[in-house]
Structures are given as structure tokens and as C-alpha cells.
């Protein structure tokens, strides 16, 4: 194909190959060209093959072709038209290795605790290596600097000790002495820890551990640190700081009464027996008391009358409630700063016994709320007693954290018998055979009996199918023991000779894992209990039977009280802070 062009430096018409096309682009009205018609050439010049730059005059390194392009009128060399590939690789073309299972690469599946991942982790981090997970065999069994990994005996972060040597070379001394640790400010005070080095440069680098061991260096600090540990345990009392309010109006009525009196203008039946009259089974909620913020752990009656309710709590908070009358907070006994474990009155009502898992043991006036006494022995008291006896109301019994049972002479304040043979916490204390003797459980999943004042053990009840038993109530007619079986079931045992009566059994309730009080109504006929899931469930006492089942908290109900002169009326507590009245 060939067409006529015009030159800009000659007024000469010149004949040339319009190979791009250009000819077809319309100049500028400025410059029209002038074209000469030649004539069209002979069947002789017919080529087959299209015409091509025989030179690049532009000096061209890349060859920009257009989508529409069908045709390139240039000659590509051999060398570039066979050079590779340029640009990213084809994710999605052949394998790049043999053992590639994804698109990505290689992929194997490992399981490993998140304990050993960040041993791994840091051990890569700071020291540079970790171990390589894989399973292939032809994997590196090192990640990272092999020389390190040789050096340090290929040991992870975590098992990497100092040498004794290496410490004993650059062990920083400390400014001056360590101080008094009975001195806080000042001069002389004890730093400890805290005080400042000579070398601030220094430091112990980590290492393989030798094999050789150091023994004397070793004894010395322990012998240091146990003298410090020694000299700075003092103990703290904190008696004194315990604080009472009275919610009413007036401590006395118009007779000059107090709330210890019992309301016989308004229930006369108190000065009554209790147990005389025939109970039933209550239905319907009739009072709630509220005021804890958190979770009632136990609540007990006034000993006799009943016209009053001590309740202790999660909220390290006592409170005594009225019953027969308007039902308020009568007063808030605040002197424990960790939760209350468990409360219990005197027989007379005037005093009252708090312990806690603050490690205190206090004894309270009912009265005045005043705290008259505070005791300790540095372990948590799990549950607390009054000796039963009206000549021995001077004497406590506690069951501690550390598997004894501890007797207190109140008026010495010292410790004047333990019982020491359990292999677990003690939970319950309950007295037997005319306040003679005490039957304890344990975590260790026994039952033991004891004669007061007499630390060994007269009776030891154990079977590989008990479980831990932590609340125990005594029958009323004083025969009987009921004991919460952490296996969902009530197990009762004979209170003489303290064998298990395996005919009588009260399951259908579930209280695993909780410490829910078993109660009896006061005439023996029925037995009851709460459970997990916020029920109070009552079994009749001679067939065994479910009578009932009461729902009566969100939570558990842990605890529970019959009134002892009333027919229907009992008293729940639970987890969710409420105290309810029943009839």
C-alpha cells in the first residue's frame, strides 16, 4: 500500500510508505496538504508479505501495540521474542515444590499447648532459635541461629538459669544494709527489694545451668530470706475497729424493753414448748427482708422464742432482722472485712460468735452490738460453735482451714485443746450425747466422733462410697443426725452409736458443690433442704417421700430456718442477697 505525503522543509512532493497510517490523520486547516494522484501500480508489484521498518529510527526499546492491532509491521529478533517472562509469578500454574498442598505452599497441621507456643515464641524472640514444629523429616529441626541454639545446649527460655558461679562473680551489693523491717520511713528503714545497687550495669547473663551446685551459697540466702520472712510476719490485730448501727427509732419501748425481749403481746404462743404442735409444709411467700448486697452464707434463729433472725453474709456484713412484728434490719454488726463463714448465738441469746474468711473469730453483744472480744490463729475458720452447756458457755469450739478443730477459753482468750487428726478443712460441728461428745466432718470425706475435751478420736466413720458431708443437723428429738451428702442425697446417722441408717435416705434434690443446711420441722415430721437451683425441697420424715418442692430463689438457697413455734413458717436464705419468710 502505497500514498503521497508532503515534506515541511521542501515545496517537493515525496513519494513514501505510509506504514502507521499517518496519511489517514486530517492536518490542521493552518496546513493543508497538497496531494498528487499517481497512478496505481501494475499486478507487478503485489507483495505477500506486509512492508516493515527495515530500521528503528526512533530507536525504540519496547514495541506498544493496540487491542485492536492485528497486524505488526516490524521485525521482532530472535532474542526477544524467546527472552522469559516478565513480571510475578503465577500463583495458580504448576507446583513449585513437591510437597506443596496449597495454593501458598506447604501446610502440615500441629497441635501444641499455649504454654509451649510462648516458650517457642520467646525463646525466638530473645534469643534468636526455637524448634521447628514440623513433621517432616527433612525440615530443619532448628529455626533460626543454629550457633545460638548450640551454645545454649539447643534449652528454651524458660529452662535457662544463670550460673552460681556467674552470679557470685557479678551479684550487685546493694547501697549500705538491707534496714530494720519494724522501721518504715528514715533512717535504718528496710529496703528489702527496693534499695539501690552500687553496679546499675551490671547484670547475671543467661546461661546453660552447670552441673556443679553451689550448696553454701544456696543455705545462706534461704537462712537469710526465712530470717526476714520470720522477723517481718507480725501479726496484726485489728479488735477495736469494729462498729454496730441501729436501725430503729429507740433502743427501748414505753416498758423500757429492748428488741431482746421476746413480742408476747403480738405472738403468745413463744412462752410455749416448741415441737408441741402438729407443722405442715409452707406454699406461699409471706416477707422478704433485704439489705445485703451480696450472697447470704448463713442466717440463725434466736435461740428459743425465734422472734429474731442474725443473718451473715458475702458483704463481710451481720445483720439482725425482727420476725414477728414489722420485719425490719433491727441493727448491722460491721467488723469482719472478708466474707462471713458462719455465725452462732449462746444459749441465752446475749452474745453471739462470728467467724469469717477475714481469719477472725469475734464474740458480739446481741444487745448493744458492741465487739467484746476478737480471736485468731492465722487460719480460716470454716465453722463455729458455743458449747452447749450452760456452765460452759465460756468455751467455743471452731473447725479451721489447717484440719483442726480448735477449742477457746473465752475468758483467757487462749486455746486450751486440739483436735488434730483430720486430712481436711473441717465444716461441721455438732454436739451429741448430752453435750459429751461432738460428731466433726471434713473435707476428707469422713465423719469422726469425739469426746469433749479428749483430742482422740472415739469413732471413725468412713466407706469408699461417702463423700464429703459439710452441713450436719441434729433431729429434734436429739437421735439423729442429718447429714448433706456432696452426691445429692441426705445420709442419716444414729446419734448413740453413730451408725448410718441405710434405710432411711432423702435424695431428688441437686446440692453439688454447695453447702446447703438441712433442716427439720419442730416436731421431727418433716425433713427439708435446698438445693442448686433455688428450690426448698420437703421429704416426709418416715416414708421418705418428696411432699413438696418450693421454688424459691434465683439462686441457691444455702440456708434455711423452721420457726420453732409456728406451724408453717420457715425462713430461706441465698445466694442472690434475699431472706424470705414462708407460711
Request: net charge negative; hydrophobic share 35%; glycine share 8%.
Amino acid at each position: 500500500m502505497k500514498g503521497l505525503s508532503y515534506a515541511s522543509d521542501s515545496d517537493e512532493e515525496v513519494a513514501t510508505d505510509d506504514v502507521f497510517g499517518i496519511s489517514s490523520i486530517q492536518e490542521p486547516a493552518t496546513k493543508r496538504q497538497r496531494l498528487v494522484e499517481q497512478p496505481v501500480a501494475g499486478p507487478s508489484n503485489i507483495s505477500a508479505a506486509p512492508n516493515v521498518l527495515s530500521q528503528d529510527p526512533l530507536k525504540q526499546t519496547s514495541l506498544v501495540t493496540r487491542p485492536t492491532d492485528t497486524q505488526m509491521k516490524v521485525n521482532i529478533t530472535y532474542e526477544d521474542m524467546m527472552a522469559p517472562v516478565v513480571g510475578p509469578e503465577n500463583p495458580f500454574g504448576e507446583r513449585r515444590f513437591l510437597n506443596q498442598n496449597t495454593l501458598a505452599g506447604h501446610v502440615e497441621e500441629q497441635s501444641m499447648s499455649e504454654h509451649a507456643f510462648k516458650t517457642q515464641h520467646l525463646t525466638h524472640h530473645i534469643l534468636g532459635y526455637s524448634a521447628n514444629p514440623s513433621n517432616d523429616p527433612s525440615a530443619p529441626r532448628i529455626i533460626g541461629s543454629v550457633e545460638k541454639a548450640q551454645a545454649n545446649g539447643f534449652a528454651t527460655i524458660d529452662a535457662l538459669k544463670p550460673s552460681r558461679q556467674t552470679k557470685k562473680e557479678l551479684k550487685r551489693k546493694r547501697n549500705g544494709k538491707k534496714g530494720d523491717v519494724d522501721v518504715v520511713e528514715g533512717e535504718g528503714a528496710y529496703v528489702g527489694p527496693w534499695g539501690g545497687w552500687e553496679a546499675d550495669g551490671a547484670g547475671v547473663p543467661v546461661g546453660p545451668e552447670p552441673a556443679e551446685e553451689d550448696s553454701e551459697d544456696d543455705e545462706e540466702e534461704a537462712k537469710e530470706a526465712a530470717a526476714i520472712k520470720n522477723k517481718a510476719k507480725v501479726k496484726r490485730s485489728v479488735f477495736g475497729q469494729e462498729t454496730s448501727i441501729f436501725h430503729g427509732k429507740s433502743l427501748t419501748d414505753y416498758q423500757g424493753r429492748t428488741y431482746m425481749s421476746p413480742p408476747l403481746a403480738v405472738a403468745p404462743h413463744l412462752s410455749q414448748e416448741s415441737g408441741a404442735q402438729e407443722t405442715y409444709i409452707p406454699k406461699v411467700c409471706v416477707h422478704t427482708w433485704t439489705g445485703h448486697t451480696q450472697g447470704v452464707s448463713v442466717i440463725r434463729t434466736f435461740p428459743g422464742t425465734g422472734h429474731l433472725l442474725l443473718s451473715g453474709s458475702m458483704d463481710t456484713k451481720i445483720k439482725l432482722w425482727d420476725v414477728y412484728q414489722e420485719g425490719n434490719c433491727l441493727r448491722t454488726f460491721m467488723g469482719h472485712h472478708k466474707a462471713v463463714k458462719d455465725v452462732t448465738f449462746s444459749n441465752d441469746g446475749r452474745r453471739f460468735l462470728s467467724c469469717g474468711y477475714d481469719r477472725q473469730m469475734k464474740l458480739w453483744d446481741t444487745e448493744t452490738g458492741q465487739c467484746l472480744k476478737a480471736f485468731s490463729n492465722g487460719k480460716i475458720p470454716h465453722c463455729i460453735r458455743f458449747h452447749p452447756d450452760e456452765d460452759k458457755q465460756n468455751i467455743f469450739l471452731a473447725g479451721m482451714s489447717d484440719k483442726k478443730i480448735i477449742q477457746y477459753d473465752m475468758n483467757t482468750a487462749e486455746i486450751t485443746q486440739e483436735y488434730d487428726q483430720h486430712l481436711g478443712p473441717v465444716n461441721t460441728i455438732t454436739f451429741v450425747d448430752e453435750n459429751r461428745r461432738f460428731i466433726t466432718t471434713s473435707d476428707d470425706k469422713t465423719m469422726r466422733a469425739w469426746d469433749f475435751d479428749i483430742p482422740v478420736v472415739i469413732k471413725y466413720i468412713a466407706e469408699p462410697d461417702m463423700h464429703s458431708m459439710p452441713a450436719v443437723t441434729l433431729h429434734p428429738s436429739k437421735k439423729w443426725l442429718a447429714a448433706q451428702s456432696m452426691d445429692n442425697q441426705i445420709s442419716i446417722y444414729s446419734a448413740e452409736n453413730f451408725r448410718q441408717n441405710r434405710k432411711k435416705r432423702f435424695a431428688g434434690h441437686t446440692i453439688a458443690g454447695y453447702a446447703c443446711q438441712v433442716g427439720f420441722s419442730p416436731d421431727g415430721k418433716w425433713i427439708s433442704s435446698g438445693d442448686s437451683d433455688g428450690n426448698v425441697v420437703f421429704w416426709d420424715w418416715k416414708t421418705g417421700r418428696i411432699k413438696s418442692r418450693l421454688k424459691a430463689h434465683s439462686k441457691v438457697v444455702i440456708a434455711h430456718e423452721w420457726l420453732p413455734h409456728e406451724t408453717s413458717k420457715v425462713i430461706t436464705a441465698s445466694w442472690d442477697g434475699l431472706i424470705k419468710l414462708w407460711d
